[in-house]
């Protein structure tokens, strides 16, 4: 049974930093590409950062370049979001993804509110 719990959300003001954690399991982790999507209301879900199984390779959203960092433990099957210099745009709900060529697994999503 595929499982993905987010952590780390919650209310931080402008300037803050967060990490998300997504800790999961019942499937082979280190063979997927592991990632981090937002949605925020009453817009579109938006990859924000995405890393490689094997070479570790990152993608990021250009409106979080230089703020954003993915990781992953493969030791730990997670995968890691530290967000620096938090904005108010960054407020929505962020979900972890697992993919590979057939499927995709998620997350049930943690709540970010950037907001003074």
């Known amino acids: 049974q595929v499982q993905m719990v987010e952590s780390g959300g919650g209310l931080v003001q402008p300037g803050g930093s967060l990490r998300l954690s997504c800790a999961a399991s019942?499937?082979?982790?280190?063979?997927?590409?592991m990632g981090w999507y937002r949605q925020a209301p009453g817009e579109e879900c938006e990859l924000v950062a995405s890393?490689?199984?094997?070479?570790?390779?990152?993608y990021y959203t250009d409106s979080v370049k230089g703020r954003f960092t993915i990781s992953r433990d493969n030791a730990k099957n997670t995968v890691y979001l530290q967000m620096n210099s938090l904005k108010p745009e960054d407020t929505a709900d962020y979900y972890c993804?697992?993919?590979?060529?057939?499927?995709?697994?998620w997350g049930h999503g943690t709540q970010v509110t950037v907001s003074s």
């Open positions: 019942g499937f082979t982790f280190n063979t997927y590409r």
């Open positions: 993804s697992a993919e590979d060529d057939t499927r995709i697994y």
């Open positions: 890393i490689l199984r094997g070479s570790g390779n990152t």
